[in-house]
């Protein structure tokens, strides 16, 4: 069958099963947008800027277990989807972009709307690809599904000359494919298994610190049943929420720059710490040399090698998929059938209670100000834990990870590699489009939704009826509390003057808007909100401006050098 | 620690950018790199000369194996091999220097390629040390211009860098 280049691509993605692409059209991807009208398998959602169109991608991804799709033109539609692309990136999220590219002969001429998109992108994709022939274009994007899915995923952009989707040529979609220079380790190395289950069995003080790993490669399930048959304490990295369920007791809460006390402890005092789809980067642990400080083994599971002995060194790697690799950890304590000794993880879980006895969350639950914690909290109860929650960064991030308690993968989206603000209210366009009628919540605040704010009119278009929980404390929050407790109370270009009435704004984009003031009035203007399954609602709570995330471990400082709340 | 770091890649557009890309990315240190197709155009060998520490080092190659284009990475230096840099050097050759010159490209298994009235192209190859010593052995105000092609290096013996 003969096809063009453009009716080559959308054949790939109906083939890939792909339900959506976030694009934005333009000169160089017209004969692609042509193609996209004349089927109604792929639909497209035209969003109002590339950056979130690669969010909206990105956050489709992330609560699922697919590949999100972006389609952006060639010159600014690219260098605006960078950010999306960098942020998917530091994440690992599968997805694949598709950008169109000025003609293959104009190429280096500094044609209209032409930009080095291989160069640019580079860095910050798992891999790219400028198809120069249009009889490479199928296999090329067969390519590029397959390595944004295997091994450690990642985003892969595939550049298209325009010239290149008009020419035509014979379309086979290839089955399979096969790479001489890329194949992924699968299964743990048995010898190396074998000395984890060992140093497992004689831990004293064991524990089981886990990623975005865990949630990438859907082991949470596994991972739950070797932590309980083993009885260790585990905890999440603010990209591995979800991964072990936060309401269970075997739970220690979030470890690192704003982890809670008694799990920051443990990491530092354990004698023995299995590391699972974690990269120990420099907010999960600190200054490395303090780390060091204390002995412990390390066992770190990781599907990428490159991530092992990086910034910490371990005992005993472990290259593979992190599910199969638990699954035979379990498989081997089951036929060791020993236990760790008992009295030792007594004595260790009571070290840990007493840490825990600290209340390192608490908070003034009295105050006349409504606190941001209090939102977070009622939006957990609001939503019974089962809201996909998408953040963008900053305090209200934060507030977000510690106080909602994610019981399930894939219901935490956040931007916790890159730390891109914006990233909030596209991601949740692409939740509530992965999740129709779920409850999808965007937490913000004032300086990040206006990073992204065009996409209320993207909302409205789709009717996404996205709950947007608005943090409203008038100032870039966590620049201040780090100006505050760093830079002596100089708030250099911290305080945001002169906001939009953010109710008559959402409502100016034909959603609805609330202003919630007191926090006797934020359950009520939650449940409301709910309630309203076909609106999108935009709450605007005016939160304590002074409110500071605890605990903190200030940066290049030791992971329990904490400094903790005043109400402490 | 100097490292020679030999790699697969596969000869597409852009592979060498990928390359020197993660090595400027990542802050790590190049000293040379050379590059050029196998006896298997599909396919390029580079050669990489680094300095750094072994944890540096093994990033290095960790890194190097996660470009989707590279077939496989050794670290050469690890055990017995061999390596060789190629070396022009245009020398002033007047007067006494003239024979001065012939006889210091001898005794350094030169070979001269380029005769004119006043100046010698000579052609020398060795290790760096070699190359290094012989720049250092001859009058520095009679050179006119040097180019090197950097390191290539092999394994000794039965290892085999090969797909």
Same mark, same amino acid.
């Given at each position: @069958? *003969?096809?063009?280049?453009?009716?080559?691509?959308?054949? #790939?993605?109906?083939?890939?099963?792909?339900?959506?692409?976030?694009?934005?059209?333009?000169?160089? &991807?017209?004969?692609?947008?042509?193609?996209?009208?004349?089927?109604?398998?792929?639909?497209?959602?035209?969003?109002?800027?590339?950056?979130?169109?690669?969010? !909206?991608?990105?956050?489709?991804?992330?609560?699922?277990?697919?590949?999100?799709?972006?389609? &952006?033109?060639?010159?600014?539609?690219?260098?605006?989807?960078?950010?999306?692309?960098?942020? =998917?990136?530091?994440?690992?999220?599968?997805?694949?972009?598709?950008?169109?590219?000025?003609?293959?002969?104009?190429?280096?001429?500094?044609?209209?709307?032409?930009? +080095?998109?291989?160069?640019?992108?580079?860095? %910050?994709?798992?891999?790219?690809?400028?198809?120069?022939?249009?009889?490479?274009?199928?296999?090329?994007?067969?390519?590029?599904?397959?390595?944004?899915?295997?091994?450690?995923?990642?985003?892969?952009?595939? +550049?298209?000359?325009?010239?290149?989707?008009?020419?035509? %040529?014979?379309?086979?979609?290839?089955?399979?494919?096969?790479?001489?220079?890329?194949?992924?380790?699968?299964?743990?190395?048995?010898?190396?298994?074998?000395?984890?289950?060992?140093?497992?069995?004689?831990?004293?003080?064991?524990?089981?610190?886990?990623?975005?790993?865990?949630?990438?490669? +859907?082991? !949470?399930?596994?991972?739950?049943?070797?932590?309980?048959?083993?009885?260790?304490?585990?905890?999440?990295?603010?990209?591995?929420?979800?991964?072990?369920?936060?309401?269970?007791?075997?739970?220690?809460?979030?470890?690192?720059?704003?982890?809670?006390?008694?799990?920051? @402890?443990?990491?530092?005092? #354990?004698? *023995?710490?299995?590391?699972?789809?974690?990269?120990?980067?420099?907010?999960?642990?600190?200054?490395?040399?303090?780390? =060091?400080?204390?002995?412990?083994?390390?066992?770190?599971? +990781?599907?990428?090698?490159?991530?092992?002995?990086?910034?910490?060194?371990?005992?005993?790697?472990?290259?593979?998929?992190?599910?199969?690799?638990?699954?035979?950890?379990?498989?081997?304590?089951?036929?060791?059938?020993?236990?760790?000794?008992?009295?030792?993880?007594?004595?260790?879980?009571?070290?840990?209670?007493?840490?825990?006895?600290?209340? #390192?969350?608490?908070?003034?639950?009295?105050?006349?100000?409504?606190?941001?914690?209090?939102?977070?909290?009622?939006?957990?109860?609001?939503?019974?834990?089962?809201?996909?929650?998408?953040?963008?960064?900053?305090?209200?991030?934060?507030?977000?990870?510690?106080?909602?308690?994610?019981?399930?993968?894939?219901?935490?989206?956040?931007?916790?590699?890159?730390?891109?603000?914006?990233?909030?209210?596209?991601?949740?366009?692409?939740?509530?489009? !992965?999740?129709?009628?779920?409850?999808?919540? %965007?937490?913000?605040?004032?300086?990040?939704?206006?990073?992204?704010?065009?996409?209320?009119?993207? %909302?409205?278009?789709?009717?996404?009826?996205?709950?947007?929980?608005?943090?409203?404390?008038?100032?870039?929050?966590?620049?201040?509390?780090?100006?505050?407790?760093?830079?002596?109370?100089?708030?250099?270009?911290?305080?945001?003057?002169?906001?939009?009435?953010?109710?008559?704004? =959402?409502?100016?984009?034909?959603?609805?808007?609330?202003?919630?003031?007191?926090?006797?009035?934020?359950?009520?203007?939650?449940?409301?909100?709910?309630?309203?399954?076909?609106?999108?609602?935009? @709450?605007?709570?005016?939160?304590?401006?002074?409110?500071?995330?605890?605990?903190?471990?200030?940066?290049?400082?030791?992971?329990?050098? @904490?400094?903790?709340?005043?109400?402490? | 620690?100097?490292?020679?770091?030999?790699?697969?890649?596969?000869?597409?557009?852009?592979?060498?950018?990928? /390359?020197?890309?993660?090595?400027?990315?990542?802050?790590?240190?190049?000293?040379?790199?050379?590059?050029?197709?196998?006896?298997?155009?599909?396919?390029?060998?580079?050669?990489?000369?680094?300095?750094?520490?072994?944890?540096?080092?093994?990033?290095?190659?960790?890194?190097?194996?996660?470009?989707? $284009?590279?077939?496989?990475?050794?670290?050469?230096? $690890?055990?017995?091999?061999?390596?060789? $840099?190629?070396?022009?050097?245009? /020398?002033?050759?007047?007067?006494?220097?003239?024979?001065?010159?012939?006889?210091?490209?001898?005794?350094?298994?030169?070979?001269?390629?380029?005769?004119?009235?006043?100046?010698?192209?000579?052609?020398?190859?060795?290790?760096?040390?070699?190359?290094?010593?012989?720049?250092?052995?001859?009058?520095?105000?009679?050179?006119?211009?040097?180019?090197?092609?950097?390191?290539?290096?092999?394994?000794?013996?039965?290892?085999?860098?090969?797909?």
């Amino acid at each position: @069958m *003969v096809l063009t280049g453009a009716e080559i691509v959308i054949r #790939c993605l109906q083939e890939e099963k792909v339900e959506y692409v976030f694009g934005y059209p333009g000169g160089s &991807v017209l004969f692609i947008y042509d193609e996209l009208f004349k089927q109604d398998k792929v639909r497209h959602i035209l969003v109002r800027h590339e950056q979130g169109a690669v969010h !909206a991608a990105d956050g489709y991804a992330r609560s699922t277990e697919k590949v999100g799709v972006a389609l &952006v033109t060639s010159g600014p539609g690219v260098t605006n989807a960078v950010t999306g692309i960098a942020t =998917a990136y530091m994440d690992s999220i599968p997805m694949v972009i598709v950008s169109g590219q000025v003609p293959t002969a104009y190429i280096g001429q500094d044609a209209f709307q032409e930009v +080095d998109t291989v160069g640019i992108t580079r860095p %910050c994709v798992k891999h790219n690809f400028l198809v120069k022939d249009v009889r490479d274009l199928a296999a090329t994007i067969k390519k590029a599904f397959f390595l944004a899915r295997s091994g450690r995923p990642g985003p892969v952009l595939v +550049d298209i000359p325009k010239d290149i989707s008009a020419s035509k %040529c014979e379309y086979a979609y290839p089955k399979a494919i096969s790479m001489r220079s890329y194949n992924p380790v699968v299964k743990g190395h048995q010898g190396q298994i074998k000395k984890a289950v060992q140093l497992l069995l004689e831990a004293r003080r064991p524990m089981i610190y886990t990623g975005g790993g865990v949630v990438l490669s +859907d082991a !949470a399930d596994k991972l739950a049943k070797l932590v309980r048959q083993l009885g260790f304490p585990v905890t999440n990295t603010l990209m591995g929420l979800g991964g072990y369920p936060a309401t269970d007791k075997q739970f220690v809460g979030m470890l690192g720059m704003h982890g809670t006390y008694e799990a920051n @402890m443990a990491m530092q005092h #354990c004698d *023995v710490l299995l590391a699972v789809g974690a990269r120990f980067d420099d907010r999960v642990i600190g200054n490395p040399e303090h780390f =060091a400080e204390v002995p412990r083994k390390i066992i770190h599971i +990781d599907i990428d090698p490159s991530s092992i002995s990086k910034r910490v060194k371990v005992d005993v790697p472990i290259v593979g998929h992190v599910p199969e690799v638990l699954d035979e950890i379990f498989r081997q304590v089951e036929s060791i059938g020993e236990r760790p000794e008992e009295k030792a993880l007594k004595a260790w879980w009571k070290q840990i209670d007493e840490w825990r006895g600290k209340d #390192c969350l608490k908070y003034d639950r009295k105050s006349r100000i409504i606190k941001p914690q209090y939102v977070v909290e009622k939006l957990y109860e609001v939503t019974k834990g089962e809201a996909f929650v998408c953040s963008d960064v900053g305090q209200h991030q934060m507030w977000a990870a510690q106080y909602y308690k994610f019981d399930k993968p894939r219901r935490w989206m956040n931007s916790g590699g890159l730390g891109t603000m914006g990233f909030g209210l596209p991601a949740a366009m692409g939740v509530q489009l !992965a999740h129709p009628g779920a409850p999808v919540a %965007c937490v913000t605040g004032e300086g990040s939704i206006q990073m992204c704010i065009q996409e209320l009119s993207t %909302c409205k278009q789709y009717r996404l009826p996205v709950k947007i929980v608005l943090l409203n404390n008038g100032y870039l929050g966590m620049v201040r509390q780090w100006q505050q407790l760093f830079h002596g109370n100089r708030y250099a270009e911290s305080y945001v003057d002169a906001l939009p009435d953010f109710v008559r704004l =959402a409502e100016a984009y034909g959603h609805v808007g609330m202003k919630v003031e007191k926090p006797g009035d934020v359950e009520g203007a939650l449940k409301e909100a709910f309630k309203r399954k076909d609106d999108l609602v935009f @709450m605007d709570f005016a939160i304590d401006p002074t409110e500071n995330v605890y605990p903190m471990v200030q940066g290049g400082k030791g992971l329990t050098e @904490m400094i903790l709340s005043e109400e402490l | 620690m100097r490292h020679v770091i030999s790699l697969l890649i596969e000869n597409e557009a852009g592979a060498l950018s990928r /390359v020197s890309g993660l090595f400027s990315a990542r802050a790590y240190n190049i000293e040379s790199l050379t590059v050029a197709p196998t006896e298997d155009p599909s396919m390029s060998r580079m050669t990489i000369v680094s300095v750094g520490s072994d944890d540096i080092i093994e990033q290095i190659t960790k890194q190097l194996n996660k470009l989707i $284009e590279v077939v496989k990475v050794v670290d050469i230096s $690890e055990a017995a091999h061999i390596e060789r $840099e190629l070396m022009l050097v245009k /020398v002033r050759a007047t007067g006494k220097d003239r024979e001065e010159m012939k006889r210091m490209s001898d005794i350094f298994r030169g070979r001269i390629i380029d005769v004119t009235e006043s100046t010698y192209v000579i052609e020398l190859t060795g290790n760096t040390a070699k190359l290094d010593s012989f720049i250092e052995a001859i009058d520095p105000s009679l050179i006119l211009e040097t180019v090197r092609t950097g390191v290539c290096g092999i394994g000794r013996g039965d290892r085999v860098l090969k797909v």
